[in-house]
């Protein structure tokens, strides 16, 4: 892949096994209450952007509440509480409320990783399986710090390496 022209001010926000599995039979592999309430707090009041079958995946196909639930489908289905975008190029134009955090999955990271300007990636200590999977994205981002670590999982924030310490996010 070539590195984008462009870093946008996104933020991803993803856990991972260490066989870089995110998903199985559209839900999380594992139960981590510490990370659910570290992505509710993250995401909360912000704008989320999801791919459809992340969409599918969440509790009862409702939005999350607190944040704006967008989904990028090319569906013609109406999805009572999320906003639709067919196309990624309308992410870029698309007026958010507070941050906006890419939420998965699979397919949505691997477009977007490049152009996010950050990473909040909880790195999931013990083996699960899965049938969906991390893209790389370790020749884009570097680790900034570690946010919390407990025995079953570390949270870890990574920065674009694109961007220096001067430039604004």
């Not at 999380?28 to 995401?43: C, H, I, N, S, Y």
């Not at 289905?77 to 955090?101: C, N, Q, S, W, Y």
């Not at 909880?122 to 025995?151: I, R």
Request: some cysteine; overall charge negative; glycine content about 6%.
């Amino acid at each position: 892949m070539t590195p984008p022209t462009h870093i946008e001010p996104w933020t991803a926000i993803v856990a991972m096994a260490p066989n870089r599995a995110i998903g199985l039979n559209g839900t999380l592999p594992w139960r981590l209450p510490e990370d659910l309430a570290f992505f509710k707090q993250m995401t909360t009041g912000n704008t989320i952007v999801m791919g459809r079958n992340t969409m599918e995946s969440l509790p009862r196909n409702r939005p999350l509440s607190k944040r704006r639930n967008v989904v990028i489908t090319s569906s013609e289905d109406e999805m009572p509480g999320f906003e639709k975008i067919r196309h990624l190029d309308e992410l870029a134009e698309l007026p958010t409320v507070g941050m906006l955090f890419i939420i998965g999955g699979a397919q949505l990271f691997n477009a977007t990783l490049p152009r996010c300007s950050e990473l909040y990636l909880t790195h999931v200590k013990d083996h699960f399986e899965g049938d969906t999977f991390m893209p790389p994205f370790e020749q884009y981002f570097a680790p900034v710090e570690t946010l919390e670590e407990t025995e079953a999982m570390q949270i870890v924030r990574y920065r674009n390496k694109a961007l220096t310490s001067h430039d604004a996010i």
